[in-house]
């Protein structure tokens, strides 16, 4: 079964998973086909193309976070790998 992929902006370099897609699982995008490389949850973010830590990662052309590890195309894109652009944790003493 093959899972459709949205993205916001044609620059865009994830996509939001319409459905939950599988390990190894076929992925349609815009641009054409890619293969998942882990388990993702519908509507979470699946990397278009490789992203290298430290990268900004935009979402409709607006910057939402920060890539902390290099995530290769098709990997699950959410907290484990990226810090919001938005808020950060709180500093515990």
Do not use: C
């Not at 899972?3 to 319409?18: C, E, F, H, M």
């Amino acid at each position: 079964m093959t899972v459709t992929a949205q993205s916001v902006n044609p620059g865009d370099r994830v996509a939001y998973l319409l459905a939950d897609v599988p390990a190894g699982g076929a992925v349609k995008t815009v641009t054409g086909t890619l293969t998942a490389r882990d388990s993702i949850p519908a509507f979470h973010k699946i990397a278009l193309k490789d992203i290298a830590a430290g990268e900004i990662l935009h979402r409709g052309g607006w910057p939402i976070g920060r890539i902390t590890a290099d995530t290769p195309a098709g990997a699950h894109v959410h907290v484990h790998n990226l810090v919001s652009a938005y808020s950060t944790p709180k500093e515990t003493k």
